[in-house]
């Protein structure tokens, strides 16, 4: 982000700020540095900041205001989380891969709620989310899972119950 900002001559927390404001199209690794996502842009991405954003929505003169994307991870993020992964039909190795967590065991301690999503992480699980449920008409959970459901019905959240039968909405 430096060397873009040094390149662009902007300072390199105007685009940081905007990186994560979604004015700036960058792409943020899963590992966190110094407790904070490390964010990449390209050149392009750089340059339609420019001439979209920059002096624009910040700085002296009339100011507009900016429309910013927050990503709000749900309270019952777990359940939630829990009731996606079966109606995907997905094991946790699976849903792991697919939204870029570094294991398994991420996505079991998210599930089991120590630990939780990052908005950028959270981000990723809602566009899956979205993907799948374009790509399919009846969006049921598989056949392994509907006897196994009935089952588990008593343990599992209210929540996550809806969303295993098909009623339940995402976020």
């Known amino acids: 982000m430096q060397v873009l900002a040094d390149e662009l001559q902007v300072h390199v927390r105007t685009l940081r700020a905007a990186a994560r404001d979604g004015?700036?199209?960058?792409?943020?690794?899963?590992?966190?540095?110094?407790?904070?996502?490390?964010a990449t842009a390209t050149r392009?991405?750089?340059?339609?900041?420019?001439?979209?954003w920059y002096?624009?929505?910040y700085g002296r003169g009339r100011?507009?205001?900016v429309a910013v994307c927050r990503v709000t991870i749900p309270a019952n993020y777990a359940a939630t989380l829990v009731g996606l992964r079966?109606?995907?039909?997905?094991?946790?190795?699976?849903?792991?891969?697919?939204?870029?967590?570094?294991?398994?065991?991420v996505v079991y301690q998210w599930e089991s709620g120590k630990?939780?999503?990052?908005p950028v992480f959270w981000l990723r699980i809602e566009r899956l989310w979205r993907r799948q449920a374009n790509s399919r008409q009846s969006f049921g959970p598989p056949a392994s899972l509907r006897a196994k459901s009935v089952c588990l019905n008593s343990?599992?959240?209210?929540?996550a119950r809806a969303l295993l039968r098909g009623s339940g909405t995402f976020p």
């Open 86 to 105: 079966h109606r995907l039909g997905l094991s946790q190795q699976q849903l792991a891969a697919r939204v870029g967590a570094a294991s398994k065991a």
């Open 23 to 38: 004015r700036l199209a960058a792409t943020f690794s899963p590992r966190p540095y110094f407790g904070r996502l490390a």
């Open 155 to 159: 343990s599992i959240p209210e929540s």
């Open 115 to 118: 630990r939780k999503p990052s």
């Open 63 to 65: 100011r507009r205001l």
């Open 44 to 52: 392009a991405a750089g340059a339609r900041f420019m001439a979209t």
């Open 55 to 57: 002096r624009r929505s």
